[in-house]
Structures are given as C-alpha cells and as structure tokens.
DNA sequence: TATGGCCTGTAC
DNA sequence: GTACAGGCCATA
C-alpha cells in the first residue's frame, strides 16, 4: 500500500510525462473527484510543468498555477495504457472504460494514455489552483525530504503534545507525511519502541525520526515496498517487502533476538512488533 | 481521542 | 463464508 517510498517511486516513474500538453481529462468514476473544486476541463490543453509529491500526495503541476493533487490510497496506480506489463484486468479494460470496470480514470496527453486504475475506489482527484491552502486545510505536515527543517520541528512538536500510543502518532499526517502502517512498526522495531507508549512519553526523537529518514530512504532506492498489489507506472514491483523486519511476520522469529513477533490492533491498525525487544515501559 | 465506514480482492 | 488488508475522514 502505498506509503512515501512507493508513492516516490511511482512519481519518478511519471517524469518523463512533464513537458507534455494534457488533452483530456476523463472521469469515469465520479467517486475519485468527489471534492475538486476545479472541472477537469479546466486542464485541457495545459502543459504538465512537473511531477511532484507531498508525503503519500502525488502532484501534477500544470500550467497556470493548477495542480492536480491525486491520492492513491489502497491500491490506486498510474499506468501507461502502452506499458507491456500492466495487469490484466486493465488490460482487458482498455477501450471500456466507464462501463463499471475499474480504470476510474484516463489522462490523454498528446502521444500517451495514462489510466488511473483503482479497484477499491479509495483514491481520489483533486484540482485546485491554491496547492498550499489544501494541504493547510488537510493540515498535512511538510514534506520530510523537500522541507526537512520544518517537517522535523513539527514531528518534534506533534509526538510531544500526543498522548496517543506512539504508533497510532506516526500514523498521524499531520505530524508526519509519508509514513503508513507498515514504516510506523519498521522504524518503532529499529528504535526498540513499544509501539504502545504514549508519544510524548518518546526521548531522543531526533533519533526516532533520523530512524524512518533513513528507513524511507532505503526503501526508495528498492523501488517501494509491492507489499500485496503494489507497482510502478510501469507495473514492476518494488523489492523492499523483502527487507522488512517486523511488518506481517506475525508469529515468525524476531530477527535481533529470536523472540517471536506479536501482533495487537492499535487505532484499528495491525501493528507488529518484538515484545522482547521492545519493551513494554 | 477513538471508532466505524468506505471499498473489493485475496487468503483462509 | 468470513476475516483481513489500511489511508483517511466523519462522527461521537
């Protein structure tokens, strides 16, 4: 599921897309635009300027100052309808689209098809012509790696003043952008942090957050995590799954001590975790 | 601050 | 059949 390694890699993968004139914008799935304010017919015939992102938020920076802001949530995916490993069914549903099939969504630039395939129809589609005033309305922290400064001060102030379980905080988007569920256990296991604790009960957070720095940058250079459906623009699968440690090894030994790894529901999220080496004070 | 709902494919 | 996956939002 797409957490900042994976959606990095997926806006990398859709660069080469800048520079080029949008034709249309067709919304099969009105779901997916619920709460844009701007019509997609506003973007025809704008240049796409640049493929950007803002924690899990992928941004398409087109001229005249308007910026699709697109969400993938679960198990949305860009794909280019030219790419020769794009799954079946959207294989199978090209040229159908809006007939109840899951592409919710084509982007006709002026010599490629890119289509926004997304079978649980959680992602989303957002035009706006005022990028900082919608992530200040969602209240989403600044980005780790393009404002570091700023988004570790507010992760500093966020984890202080919580008094949430310190997994359920990292959780928390605006006071980290980019972390999902499966890096929240991977960094509180790299930190030997009962993921239970009270955030602001957290010492030496500059090392809590340098931990999920380094842990997300890890990542971006496997490609992403592909846990379950996972890919790139391209449909390849990232290989970082591979590398984790406590995330989904329920019951399997942990690999520091040997202990085995628990598994409890913290903020209605499964949450994975070494009780041996992450003690519960 | 905690919970349920949104969704549908996949694994048991 | 049923449980589960989880990012985010509305609601209490």
Redesign the pocket.
């Known amino acids: ?3 900042l390694p994976e959606v990095e890699t997926v806006v990398r993968g859709l660069a080469y897309l800048a520079g080029r004139k949008l034709r249309s914008l067709e919304i099969f799935d009105s ?1 997916v635009w619920f ?1 844009s304010p701007l019509k997609p017919k506003s973007l025809e015939g704008l240049q796409l300027l640049e493929v950007a992102r803002r ?3 992928i941004l398409l920076r087109f001229q005249n100052n308007i910026t699709l802001i697109q ?1 993938l ?3 949305g995916k860009m794909l280019d309808s030219k790419s020769k490993n794009i799954p079946d ?1 959207v294989r199978n549903a090209i040229g159908k689209e809006g007939k109840g099939l ?1 592409i919710r969504s084509r982007f006709s630039f002026t010599d490629c098809d890119l289509l926004f395939y997304d ?4 992602g989303t589609l957002t035009l706006v012509s005022d990028e900082n005033r919608y992530f200040l309305e ?3 922290a600044p980005d780790p790696f393009h404002r570091p400064e700023e988004a570790f001060l507010c992760f500093q102030d966020g984890v202080r ?5 310190i997994k ?2 990292l ?1 928390d ?1 605006s006071i980290i ?1 980019g ?4 890096y ?1 256990d991977e960094a509180l296991f790299l930190r030997k942090i009962h993921p239970q604790i009270s ?1 602001s009960r957290i010492r030496e957070l500059k090392k809590l957050w340098q931990a999920i720095i380094a842990l997300l940058e890890r990542s971006i250079t496997s490609g992403g995590s592909s ?3 996972y890919v790139n623009a391209s449909g390849e699968a990232g290989t970082y799954a591979q590398k984790h440690l406590v ?2 090894k ?1 019951g399997e030994p942990c690999s520091r001590c040997g202990a085995l790894i628990s ?1 409890i ?1 913290l ?4 949450t994975h975790f070494c009780l041996s080496c992450q003690p519960d004070s």
């Open positions: 599921m797409p957490e779901r709460e924690g899990k938020y969400h949530r679960m198990t069914p899951q079978p649980r129809r959680f969602k209240k989403i003043k919580s008094k949430r379980p359920t905080a959780l988007q952008a972390v999902g569920n499966i929240a955030a846990i379950r459906n995330y989904g329920t598994r529901v903020g209605g999220r499964a």
